[in-house]
Structures are given as structure tokens and as C-alpha cells.
């Protein structure tokens, strides 16, 4: 009983690094780029939903379901809104003038983003931490003795969904394919005739619209927001993206949720003092053995 | 030859440069007097330096990228602080002591150096930055949870739980408590000392990279497999680069450590790591001379921002300085210009700072 | 980029050089720009005489005002605000108030610290958070300049020194306190600690907690951990103490983990009673907060802004209408801290024209041998290791409000 109870917890925290792991990896594969900045878009994301539904939850009557759903869609709308168009700016004002930087210096620059989000979530909204209301309910089913909360299975829900999606998208829409010619070979892909640059302004604004989804579960599932919030599970689900192979977007999923899994394990079973180090002794065993990652493809070295 | 001897010049430059700011700080402090403030700034600056210059020849010479160097930090600063309080009344000179527990931490991090770069160096890129990132992360995790002691009877250690304090003779005393780190340090860091660090790891790295060594190193940076085709070993080069600079990213703990009262196992952290990396690419990858410069810019930008009583806008100027100064530095206009400007220098030294560019090839 | 590099260097030269020309930078205007302000502190108001009458004392003290922790460091600097504010209109012993960003480092605090130096400070408020603070509390020590820590509790603060003094519990105390409180009241048998493994003020009250519980037959039944990165979801640590069986969870921890565990228990279904430490007060006033999660959490605080006596009210209603928020115990033990000062200075009959090497050995004297009454206490002592004495309260939630227990 405590095995499953811990499996099923371990999958519940797994699909928040999950659907983090997501949007990392798809900017990754695309602009080849680490966007260290990625998780404070989920922190902007996590705030937008907290002033929406606050705003919002007093306008109906208590106890209706209206309460828990009108102001749960309009914090998820004015979070993607908001993140969309943050995501594009910042790409604009500080990636896109660095497209022919050497890749390091790109991801300095996101962390300098990184920072600057922080500290100007600081600035605006002071580092109390505040408190969001679930947008889910505090809801429970039972199987058996187990317990299962609604945000949890709304969570795993949410992240198939985005995955099947994303995959679909790729594959088969014209801008997805731009998307896959951009990551195989940007000069290739020019000559073919793709705007390079918008392609990678639409991975920008997908990303971050996936970061405000993510924002709003993870808020919903640990309610307590600070500016600081979006910056550890951001790493954390940055090393799930590697685990299942940066880049593969199924990989992603299956990284974020076996990084969930091990880490409640290792908590439970071990130690809680060093589950962190437990989890990345399983992630470098995991890439000694598999270098490119579970899922991500090996791609010859060419002489 | 004469490429060389060019190298050498610039080389004598830097040795330079670092001795005149060394003096000129000095005078500058005897006559007019330095503030406080930049006063204990000093012993930091110059370990931020060097842990600058360490990282620099891992990522720009080596072309790996490392996430986890503040790690090796961590050792040669628990260690080495640890050393320094074991041995105060066997060497109660202090500089002599300062040097003796900097060797001690730079011997135990180019051990963890040499045990971590094992597995790291077989892999290649974004894998390998997550794997050092990775072992940053565990190597805080165990200094969280160890337990170091000394008493009469020699050193005792526990993990996990703090079983060291209870099993302590008398006169004995917990060097290491665990979350709690290092308490009561006595302060022997020194600015003449930092100096002298900086400048040894000067002579270590550009000897490393004018040697065959340091030439086989770079060969396998820009292009690994034709250094294998020639018989370049290149995973040993690669592992020198590490170890070495992993030894003296611990020296550099070792004075960090030394000039504050106090250490914890968390001021080595992921953050820690990234700031040591933005002085690299700042000051341009390969570029020993810029990363002083930028190591040293950096670590007092914030600082300065002081006098401005900016409050809590200070860190959010700090990152609006850091994204310009990169859009900048990496403007296609702007470097055009630098290039018209010293477009006749050109074909005597090509900028260093592009040629490590890519790394990850 | 040679180039720009050089431009780097010349900026932070000239920046370096401005700094070091403008020491007293952050200080009013009238004040006499001499290059090295500490050593003539007396001779400003020599050369000023005007000044003499209002001259003030320079308050000085470092604390995170940005990143994770600037919650506690914010709190700090704004409840000494309104304490020197109302002091100085008082007219009495005036205050110049100095708060630097240490940002929860140590290095970055002695950096602080050396600014407030260069400013002239003569009398420290230390530092905020614990590791920073030793650091800063060296400083003092070897500067031989007075400081008085709002917040800073663990014990290598003060060890040691005999100039550094502290306005809350140190951690040893709190935690063999709320192990006697349980065993006294028999709130619980079988205890869960939940605690934080990378923080020094966690593991101080943690180690003596579970000391005095085995003196006193306590059983710990689960003993689990938190850190930095790691401290979001609590499932595994809660099912732990669940599954042990623990009826009573004691949480050594600051209120902001502490919510997400009240919340995460909540959905899981488990009710144990819960006993947390003075870091637990501020939970209540968290902004959007379900209240109804918190009742009936126990805990021992100096501090509680529910309090209907007339100081609590009027420095809580101040706060609110100057900063906007509820003050939590670090506001208070800051604002303790000046008016702290203020006796101490008045009593010994400071002047602001003393160096800061005569402050300290006068209110080492003072803090020594006074009472001082305070939001954070009723007549408080300070033994010559620089710790207080003072009687925490035992603190219910009922319906969203302390109640003394």
C-alpha cells in the first residue's frame, strides 16, 4: 500500500516536471538553445493565474461550481496570454540579436533573463509569498484506500494531451515541419524558403504558452508562489528533458515522470537527506549508459 | 617562431597587468585609502579570478562546457578550511598555513576532479554539462550531510546523522556540521595571497597551453575526431584540463573560505556555478586576460550599484547590464566596427574570444 | 571585443575610483564629504556646528532585501523604519538608518557591512538571517562595533563574542522549549519532525528538540527532511509520519514550507496536531492563504500582530498603512531592536558625537544590566553571552486568529 501510494504521488510530482520538461525541450530542439529563463516564465504564469482568480472568485456565489471553473479558465487564458506575449518579447529584445552568437553566450543572456524576471517579480509583486487558490478544487477520488486528488489527475491528463499534440503538430502541420527543418539545419531550411525567424518566434510563444499551463498546474498543485519559485523546478525539469532526451518531446514526458517516480522513492525508501543526490547519480548512471538519453536519438558524429 | 614569441609577449602582458593593478591598488590604498568596502572585496575578487581562469580552461580551452565547477570549489574549500583549523597549532605561522590548507583543498578537489571526470569525459556537449551539473549537485548534497570532528585521537566522520559531536574526546571539536558548515574560521586570506594564487594559476595555465599537452587539448577541441586520427589521446589531454582545473578551483575555496568567518555547503550551488560561467563567456572564451577582467567587473558591478541607493531595483539593473552587455558584445555591428577599428592588427592576433566559439562540436 | 573589455575595465575603474572618493555616499548631503569619514567621526559636528542639535545616530544593518529570503530581510528594514521614525519625532535620541542587501550570502553581507562602515555606522542591527550574521557578528567583534540581531538565532552568532547580542530566542532554547511545552501540556506521544536539512536555524531547533525529547521520553517516531530545490512537495515526508502513526508534527521551519505542508496534509487526508516555532508566525497573514488549513496549529512565537494591546495595534496598523502588508516577528524584533537602542542610549547618555568604539563599551554595559519592555517581550534581560531572556507565548489558531494557550 505505501508502494502505491508512493508510485502514485511519484507520478503526480513526474508530470509537473513533465509538463515543464515540455516546453524546455521544444525550445531546445528547435533553437538549440538552453532557456535557463523558461522557469521563471512559469513563475509570471503561476502569478497571472493568482490575480485573475483572486480578482474573480468573489464575484460568485460560494460553493457554486461557476467559482471554481469561471475564474480557473479565465487565470489559464490570462496566463498563456501573458506568457505568449512575454516569451516573444524577450526572444525579440534578447535572443534574436544573438542568433549568430556562439551558443554560450545565448545562454547567458537567458540567464540573464532569468534573473531580471526574478527580481522584477520581486519589484512588482514584493517577495511575500502569496497563496493561489487551486483552480481544480481540493477535490479527491478514492480507489481502494488511495487517494488520488483531481489536480493530480487533471495534471497527467494535461501532459498527454500536450504531448500527443505537440507530436501531431510537428509532424504534420506545415509550421510544424518548419519547425523540424529548422532544427535539422537553419541554413538548409532558408534556402528552402522557411522564415527562420519567425519559426523560432512561434517555438518561443508555443514554449511559453505550454509555461503558463505549466504555471498554472503547478501552482494549483503547491499553491505558495514566490519570484524565486519558477527557478528549481525549472533545473529540475531542464535534467528530466535530458533524461528522456532533450529535444524528443515523448522523451520529455517519460523523463519528467521517471524523475518524479525515483525522486519519491528515494525519498521514501532511502533518505530525504540525499534524494536530490540519489536522483542525479540515477541521471548520470542513466546517461553513461544511454549518452543521448532514453529516448533522444544518437546522432553519428560526422568526420 | 615568431607566433610563439607574440604569445609569450601577451603572456608577460597579463603577468604584468595582474602585478601593476596588485601595486597600483596598493599605493592607491598607503596614500589615499581604499574604502572598506572594496578592501574586503579584494580576497573574493581574486578567488573569483581564479575560479574564473580554472573554468576558462576547462570551457574555453577544452571546449567542455561545466555546470558544476562551483563543486570542485566546495571541496577545496571544506577541506582545505577544515585542514586549516586542524593545523593551527602545528603551523601557527598563518600565511604558511594559508598555503599548506590550499594545497590540501586543491589536492582533494583534483582527486574529486579526476573520480568525476572518469565518467564526464566520455560524453559529449549539453550531456556533459548536465552530468557536471549533476555531480555539483551531489557533491552540496554530501557536504549537507558530512560530519567531520577532531579530537586527540584523530578525525572521525558520520554521514547523514550527527554521531561525531557525541563520540569527541575532550579538547576535541566539529570541524564540519554538516547544514551548519564551517563555523568560527579565523580569517588568514589575504589580498597579497589571493595575488600570488592568481598568478600561479597564470603560470599553470598558459605552461599547460603552450605545452604539447595544451596543444593536443585544443586539437581536441576543435576537432576531436581528426585529434584521435593523429593519435592524440584525447581523453587524457581532455582529463589533464579537468583535473587541473578542478585543483585550482579547490585553492581558490581554500581563500574564499578563508577570508569569511563562516561557510556553508550551499554557497557552492548551481547559481555559484553559472555566475563563474558568466565571467567566462564574458570576458571571451580562451581569454585569460578577459576573464579577469570580467570575473573582476561583475563582482563589483553589484557592489557599486550600492551608492545609488537603488534598494531592491539594484539586481534588476545588475541582469538589465548583463543581457545589454551580451546583445552588445555579440552585435554584428559592433563587431564590425571593433574590426574596422583594429583591422590592421588583424592578421598579427586574431581575437582569441571567437576562436573557442563553438565548443561543442 | 578586446575592446569593450578595455571599456569594462575603464568603467569599473571610474566607478571603483567614485566609490572610494564618495564614501559617505549614501548619507545626507550636509555632511562634510571628507575622504575617510570613520576615522574623524568626531570632527563632522566640529566642523558643523548647526548640526550638533539634531545630529543623529548611524544605525546600520544587512539583510536579504532581494531573492528568497527577502521576505525576512524586507520585513526587518521596514519595521526598524517605523521604529526610527517614530523615535526621531519623539525629538529625543535621533536615528539615521542604514539597510544594505546581503542577499542571504555571507560574503555579500560583509560586503554590506563594509558600506555601512565606510558610511560611518556606529551602532549594527547585525544581520538578519543566521549565516550572513556570522560572518557580520566577526566584524562587529573585531571593529568593536555594538550589534544587536533582530533575527540572526542560531548560537555561533554571539559565541564568543562580547558585543553581539540578540533580540530573538537563540535555537537551542526554542527547540528544548517546545519539547517541555509538548511533554508539559501532553499534546502528543508519537512526534514526526519534519525539518530542514540545508538551513542552520532548522537544524539548530531540530538537534535540541529531539535531544530534549529523550530526556524527557518523547517518541520521535519519524524524523524526515526537506532542502533548497526540494522543498515543494511534502507527500512522501507526511505519508512517513502518517504511516509511523505520529499524532503530533513538530515543524522547525519558516511559515512558507509550512503552508505547503499544512495544504498538502490536508489533501491527503491526515490531521495530526501540529506544533511550529516562532518562523511559523506570518502564516496567517499569507496572502490568499486558506486559513481553515491552519486551525488549531500550535506554536511558540514572541510575537503576534492579533495582539490587542496598544503598541501591538498601533505598530501593526502603521505597518499596514505604510507598507501594505501584516508585519510578521522579524518587523517586530527589528522594531524592538531600535527602541531598544534608544533606551540603551538614553540611559547611558550617548551622544552622537561618540566614536563607535565608546557605544560599544557603553551599551555593553547597558544591554547588560537593562529591562527593556518590547512588542516581543515584557521585561526582557540580556545575559553577557549577548542572549535574551524572555517568555515565548504558547499560541493556538482558532478561527483564523492566535488565541494564547
Known amino acids: 500500500m505505501t508502494f502505491l501510494s508512493y508510485l502514485i504521488q511519484g507520478i503526480s510530482l513526474g508530470s509537473i516536471y513533465a509538463i515543464i520538461a515540455l516546453g524546455y525541450t521544444m525550445v531546445y530542439g528547435i533553437a538549440k538553445m538552453l532557456n535557463f529563463a523558461h522557469g521563471d516564465v512559469i513563475m509570471v504564469g503561476g502569478y497571472m493565474c ?254 | 617562431m615568431k607566433r610563439m614569441t607574440k604569445k609569450n609577449r601577451a603572456n608577460f602582458l597579463t603577468y604584468g597587468g595582474v602585478i601593476l593593478a596588485y601595486l597600483l591598488i596598493r599605493v592607491y590604498d598607503g596614500t589615499v585609502g581604499l574604502s572598506s568596502m572594496i578592501q574586503g572585496l579584494l580576497v573574493p575578487i581574486c578567488a573569483y579570478v581564479t575560479m574564473a581562469l580554472a573554468l576558462n580552461l576547462v570551457v574555453g580551452v577544452s571546449g567542455e562546457l561545466s555546470l558544476g565547477h562551483a563543486g570542485f570549489m566546495s571541496v577545496g574549500a571544506f577541506s582545505g578550511t577544515a585542514a586549516a583549523i586542524a593545523l593551527q597549532n602545528a603551523i601557527p605561522l598563518a600565511p604558511l598555513r594559508l598555503a599548506v590548507a590550499m594545497a590540501i583543498g586543491a589536492a582533494f578537489a583534483a582527486l574529486a576532479g579526476f573520480l568525476i571526470g572518469i565518467p564526464v569525459l566520455r560524453l559529449n556537449g549539453d550531456y556533459l554539462a548536465i552530468v557536471t551539473l549533476a555531480f555539483g549537485e551531489i557533491i552540496k548534497s554530501v557536504f549537507n550531510n558530512l560530519y567531520v570532528g577532531l579530537d586527540a585521537k584523530g578525525f572521525h566522520f558520520s554521514f547523514l546523522n550527527d554521531t561525531v559531536s557525541s563520540r569527541l574526546g575532550a579538547g576535541g571539536k566539529l570541524l564540519i556540521g554538516g547544514p551548519m558548515g564551517i563555523s568560527g574560521i579565523k580569517i588568514i586570506s589575504s589580498f597579497t595571497a589571493g595575488i600570488i594564487l592568481v598568478l600561479l594559476t597564470l603560470v599553470i595555465i598558459f605552461n599547460l597551453v603552450n605545452s604539447r599537452a595544451g596543444r593536443a587539448i585544443m586539437a581536441a577541441r576543435d576537432n576531436r575526431i581528426a585529434a584521435e586520427s593523429v593519435g592524440v589521446n584525447v581523453t587524457k589531454y581532455k582529463m589533464m584540463a579537468f583535473v587541473t582545473s578542478a585543483a585550482l578551483a579547490g585553492a581558490a575555496g581554500g581563500l574564499y573560505t578563508m577570508s569569511l568567518s563562516t561557510v556553508v555547503a550551499n554557497k557552492f550551488d548551481f547559481n555559484t556555478s553559472i555566475l563563474i560561467l558568466v565571467f567566462v563567456v564574458l570576458g571571451g572564451m580562451g581569454n585569460m586576460w578577459g576573464s579577469i577582467l570580467s570575473a573582476s567587473f561583475l563582482t563589483l558591478l553589484p557592489e557599486l550599484l550600492r551608492k545609488f541607493n537603488l534598494d531592491q531595483y539594484r539586481m534588476l539593473v545588475y541582469a538589465i547590464v548583463l543581457i545589454i552587455v551580451m546583445v552588445v558584445t555579440n552585435s554584428p555591428f559592433l563587431q564590425q566596427l571593433v574590426e574596422n577599428v583594429t583591422g590592421r592588427f588583424k592578421k598579427e592576433a586574431p581575437a582569441e574570444a571567437e576562436e573557442g566559439g563553438e565548443g561543442n562540436g | ?204 531547533i531540530r538537534d535540541t528538540f529531539v535531544e530534549k525529547s529523550g530526556e524527557l521520553g518523547l517518541e520521535i517516531v519519524s524524523e524526515t527532511t526537506f532542502a533548497d530545490g526540494n522543498d515543494t512537495d511534502f507527500n512522501v515526508q507526511l505519508t512517513d509520519a502518517k504511516n509511523a502513526g505520529a499524532d503530533l508534527v513538530f515543524l522547525p521551519m519558516y511559515y512558507t514550507p509550512a503552508s505547503l505542508i499544512l495544504s498538502q496534509a490536508n489533501a491527503m487526508g491526515y490531521a495530526p496536531k501540529w506544533f511550529g516555532v516562532d518562523g511559523m508566525d506570518g502564516i496567517l497573514t499569507l496572502e490568499g492563504f486558506d486559513t481553515s488549513l491552519a486551525e488549531g496549529v500550535m506554536l511558540l512565537t514572541p510575537f503576534n500582530a492579533d495582539a490587542t494591546d496598544e503598541k501591538t495595534q498601533s505598530f501593526v496598523t502603521k505597518y499596514q498603512d505604510k507598507f501594505g502588508e501584516v508585519p510578521n516577528q522579524f518587523a517586530a524584533d527589528a522594531y524592538d531592536c531600535v527602541y531598544a537602542y534608544a533606551q540603551a542610549l538614553e540611559a547611558a547618555g550617548a551622544t552622537p558625537d561618540m566614536s563607535a568604539e565608546e557605544l560599544n563599551d557603553l551599551m555593553i554595559a547597558q544591554f547588560t544590566s537593562m529591562t527593556f519592555d518590547g512588542l516581543t517581550g515584557e521585561s526582557m534581560t540580556w545575559d553577557t553571552n549577548g542572549a535574551v531572556t524572555k517568555a515565548p507565548k504558547g499560541m493556538v489558531i482558532q478561527d483564523g486568529a492566535y488565541v494564547g494557550m
Open chain 3, 1 to 204: 571585443m578586446k575592446k569593450f573589455l578595455a571599456l569594462l575595465l575603464a568603467l569599473t575603474m571610474v566607478l571603483a575610483l567614485a566609490a572610494c572618493a564618495n564614501n559617505g555616499g549614501n548619507s545626507t548631503p550636509s555632511e562634510a564629504p571628507s575622504a575617510a569619514p570613520l576615522e574623524t567621526p568626531s570632527e563632522a559636528p566640529a566642523e558643523n556646528p548647526a548640526e550638533g542639535a539634531t545630529a543623529a545616530f548611524k544605525l546600520g544593518g544587512t539583510g536579504p532585501l532581494t531573492g528568497g529570503a527577502a521576505i525576512y530581510g524586507l520585513a526587518a528594514q521596514h519595521g526598524a523604519e517605523i521604529a526610527v521614525e517614530e523615535i526621531n519625532a519623539q525629538g529625543g535620541v535621533q536615528f539615521e538608518l542604514n539597510y544594505q542587501d546581503d542577499t542571504h550570502d555571507a560574503e555579500k553581507a560583509v560586503t554590506a557591512y563594509n558600506t555601512l562602515k565606510d558610511w560611518g555606522m556606529q551602532i549594527s542591527l547585525g544581520s538578519v538571517t543566521s549565516k550572513p550574521c556570522e560572518a557580520t557578528a566577526a566584524k562587529n567583534f573585531e571593529d568593536r562595533i555594538f550589534a544587536l540581531t533582530p533575527s540572526a538565532s542560531s548560537t555561533a552568532v554571539t559565541e564568543g563574542k562580547d558585543n553581539v547580542f540578540q533580540m530573538c530566542f537563540m535555537d537551542p532554547n526554542q527547540g528544548s522549549a517546545s519539547a517541555q511545552y509538548i511533554f508539559d501540556q501532553k499534546l502528543g506521544e508519537k512526534i514526526a519532525v519534519i525539518w530542514k536539512n540545508d538551513d542552520v536555524y532548522s537544524k539548530g
Open chain 1, 50 to 303: 493568482f490575480f485573475a482568480t483572486s480578482g474573480l472568485r468573489g464575484n460568485f456565489p460560494d460553493g457554486s461550481v461557476a467559482q471554481t471553473v469561471v475564474p480557473g479558465l479565465a487565470g489559464l487564458l490570462l496566463a498563456m496570454a501573458v506568457c505568449t506575449l512575454l516569451g516573444v518579447t524577450i526572444e525579440r529584445l534578447a535572443y534574436k540579436p544573438l542568433r549568430q552568437a556562439p551558443s554560450l553566450a545565448v545562454l547567458i543572456t537567458a540567464i540573464g533573463v532569468s534573473y531580471f524576471l526574478q527580481n522584477g517579480a520581486q519589484v512588482l509583486w514584493t517577495s511575500n509569498p502569496k497563496v493561489c487558490t487551486s483552480v481544480i478544487g481540493r477535490g479527491a477520488i478514492t480507489l481502494g484506500g488511495l487517494s488520488i486528488s483531481h489536480v493530480i489527475l487533471l495534471t497527467v491528463a494535461m501532459c498527454v494531451v500536450i504531448m500527443v499534440a505537440l507530436t501531431w503538430f510537428t509532424g504534420n502541420t506545415r509550421m510544424g515541419k518548419a519547425m523540424r527543418a529548422c532544427s535539422e539545419d537553419k541554413a538548409a531550411a532558408q534556402l528552402m524558403g522557411i522564415n527562420v525567424d519567425a519559426t523560432i518566434s512561434m517555438t518561443f510563444a508555443i514554449g511559453s504558452a505550454l509555461a503558463a499551463v505549466a504555471g498554472v498546474l503547478f501552482t494549483s498543485a503547491y499553491p505558495t508562489l514566490m519570484p524565486t519559485t519558477g527557478a528549481l523546478p525549472g533545473i529540475k525539469a531542464f535534467t528530466a528533458a535530458v533524461f528522456g532526451g532533450i529535444g524528443s518531446i515523448p522523451g520529455a514526458m517519460l523523463g519528467g515522470i521517471l524523475l518524479g517516480v525515483i525522486e519519491t522513492f528515494a525519498k521514501g525508501y532511502i533518505s530525504t537527506q540525499v534524494s536530490d543526490a540519489i536522483v542525479f547519480a540515477v541521471l548520470i548512471i542513466i546517461l553513461l549508459v544511454k549518452p543521448a538519453g532514453l529516448l533522444g536519438k544518437r546522432i553519428p558524429e560526422k568526420v
